[in-house]
């Protein structure tokens, strides 16, 4: 426990040490903000026209704006995920400090959950931006807290897998440049198999459709905890970690 | 076999015995290329021993094996009792490892990174504290500790290297190549360092520099081709290099040309010379090779006879077959081997018996990978 939490520190301490955080910070509030600013707007105009218009049955918070937000963040992080994974172990196989780790007293776990765990840390500091917008919401509105929070958790889930699944591919070369756009390809591909249901529905199009990172979201963002969906993302991130674990070890083996 | 040591001032004798690393049959093999093969040899406690040998000899495989960093394909290693594979971390936790670039994140501070690796290391507290200075102070990074690692200059990078090696107080200390790509100023400190440390470490270095063993080690792995070709304490053989009973001698005549024939032939009467050879005539001075009988001190009377012939004694100085030839004579059948072999005698008996498991084996035919 203690030599996954030095590791995860020195991680975050890296992060935040050069421009990466910062960076990703600014340019995810920026996105956030802009999606907020609108899914605002389209709610209060919307509801002065029902007003004047008379239809006058109420409309909430939590449905008209909290949930389409949080399935933006949801797809917006795809695009975050490949910039905090790549360097995790690309770098350390570039400059050869994965030599002084592999050699310390540390087991390669501890190693791989310490980084991963600092990769949702970093994800989490971006949420932290869109917790910061909700709470206006909360200020000068009555929104349900409840799904707020399930959907946050399924949006750390979901990181947590793509996170694990960029930390493998990371560990698979030297260049953060490859690592970065070949978890940007799974990302991408994970989201986009989602979409198959939509005109098919053969046995095919459906695995393809389970498979999709996003579409597990769904329930999550409706404030609906489904273990199914849950299982998936826990397996999901089981799995990453464990290729990253093989991959380690394979690593010590051909190098 | 535990050789002697003529000069040793720091190590204790008592713990000669102990054996702090034994490797036995080491190989390991790469896809297409065998890097290390069949590696035997055995580190006591408190030694330093280099591990010589040139470029993509294996000596950095060798190295990563017995830090845990590489499994090894068969053989076995084992570090202050503990099996490399089947007790890794034990292992790790007893070792301190300088790869060839020092690990250093470029974006931490020099106390940071130290500290960092403490923690690594399993050190806490206090004594994490105690030990970040002390290593600061030891390998001379007390100046920089707040700088980031990615502006300090090779010479501190390497230091602070050195630093995190130490920071646990291993007792294996590994050292890869330790002042490559040094300046000389900053070879000569980080050489001294590391003659500092051997009184409590362990270590092993790696070099492909024959002067750097000489200085800094007191016995020598010479690898090859993957392969131990010889193992020796550097006294036996710098003392095998001395044993040359040959002599060069320059002579210049005063006047007109210096007649080759006849320098012999006034040479040869020297006592004790058995035979003189031309090596080189030039206008200004001819060089002569005196070769003697053991144990004669023939410089004296040589320098006398050249004299009284009416010459002009140029150089006098024994010739010694230089640590490079003996390394180019284990390492490769090529020209330089012949040169000195033959005059070895009896001084290079140590050496030879060392490396007679090899001898008489025809040469590896592997391509030697750079």
């Known amino acids: 426990m203690r030599n996954i939490w030095i590791v995860c520190r020195k991680e975050l301490r890296s992060y935040f040490a050069s421009p990466v955080a910062y960076l990703l910070l600014t340019m995810f509030a920026l996105i956030f903000g802009f999606f907020f600013w609108n899914a605002l707007g389209y709610f209060v105009v919307t509801g002065a026209e029902m007003q004047m218009s008379g239809q006058n049955f109420p409309m909430s918070i939590n449905q008209e704006i909290i949930r389409p937000l949080l399935s933006n963040v949801s797809v917006v992080g795809l695009f975050f ?16 400090t994965i030599e002084l780790l592999a050699t310390s007293p540390v087991r390669d776990i501890e190693i791989i959950l310490g980084k991963w765990l600092a990769a949702v840390g970093l994800y989490a500091c971006l949420l932290f931006f869109t917790a910061i917008n909700f709470a206006f919401l909360f200020r000068f509105g009555n929104p349900d807290w409840k799904p707020l929070a399930i959907g946050y958790l399924g949006l750390l889930l979901q990181a947590g897998a793509m996170l694990a699944l960029g930390t493998f591919i990371s560990t698979l070369t030297r260049n953060q440049i490859i690592a970065g756009a070949a978890t940007f390809g799974a990302c991408l591909l994970l989201w986009v198999f989602g979409w198959t249901t939509g005109y098919d529905s053969s046995t095919w199009a459906t695995v393809l459709s389970y498979l999709s990172i996003v579409t597990h979201f769904d329930s999550f963002g409706k404030g609906v905890m489904e273990s199914k969906d849950a299982i998936y993302y826990l397996t999901f991130i089981f799995l990453g970690l464990f290729f990253t674990a093989r991959s380690l070890e394979s690593m010590r083996w051909r190098s | 076999m535990v050789p002697v040591f003529a000069h040793d001032p720091c190590t204790r004798k008592s713990n000669r015995h102990l054996k702090m690393i034994t490797v036995k049959e080491l190989t390991r093999k790469y896809a297409h290329t065998t890097a290390v093969n069949q590696v035997s040899f ?72 130290l500290r960092f690796v403490g923690r690594l290391k399993g050190l806490r507290g206090a004594e994490l504290e105690k030990r970040v200075d002390y290593v600061a102070g030891r390998c001379a990074v007390g100046d920089v500790i707040k700088k980031l690692l990615g502006k300090l200059s090779k010479g501190y990078r390497q230091r602070v290297g050195l630093a995190q090696a130490i920071i646990h107080n291993p007792d294996v200390l590994i050292l890869d190549e330790p002042t490559a790509g040094l300046d000389p100023k900053q070879i000569n400190e980080t050489r001294d360092l590391i003659k500092d440390l051997a009184g409590e470490h362990t270590i092993i270095l790696s070099t492909h520099i024959l002067p750097e063993v000489e200085q800094t080690c007191e016995q020598v792995i010479i690898i090859n081709k993957g392969r131990v070709v010889a193992t020796d304490s550097v006294a036996n053989l710098q003392s095998r290099a001395r044993n040359a009973e040959t002599t060069m001698i320059e002579i210049a005549p005063r006047q007109g040309t210096l007649d080759a024939g006849e320098v012999q032939q006034k040479l040869e009467r020297v006592t ?12 200004g001075g001819s060089l002569f090779e005196a070769e003697s009988r053991k ?13 009284e012939a009416g010459w002009d004694l140029n150089e006098l100085r024994p010739a010694s077959m230089s640590l490079e030839e003996i390394f180019l004579q284990l390492t490769g059948a090529d020209a330089a081997a012949q040169n000195g072999e033959a005059k070895g005698g009896d001084g290079s008996g140590a050496a030879s018996a060392a490396a007679a498991p090899t001898e008489g084996e025809p040469q590896s035919v592997e391509e030697p990978h750079a």
């Open chain 2, 295 to 307: 144990g004669e001190l023939v410089r004296g009377d040589l320098a006398r006879a050249v004299i």
């Open chain 2, 272 to 283: 004790g010379i058995v035979h003189i050879t031309v090596k080189e005539q030039r206008g």
């Open chain 1, 81 to 96: 995920i490949p910039l905090i994974t790549m360097r995790l172990f690309a770098e350390e196989k570039r400059t050869g």
């Open chain 2, 42 to 113: 055995s580190v006591a406690k408190g030694q330093i021993v280099g591990f010589l040998g040139p470029n993509g000899a294996g000596k950095t495989t060798t190295m990563r094996m017995l830090t845990c960093f590489l499994p090894p394909t068969s053989g076995t290693a084992t570090v202050a009792g503990f099996d490399v594979l089947d007790q890794s971390l034990e292992v790790r936790k007893r070792i301190g490892y300088l790869p060839e670039t020092p690990p250093i994140y470029p974006e931490m501070e020099t106390g940071e990174y």
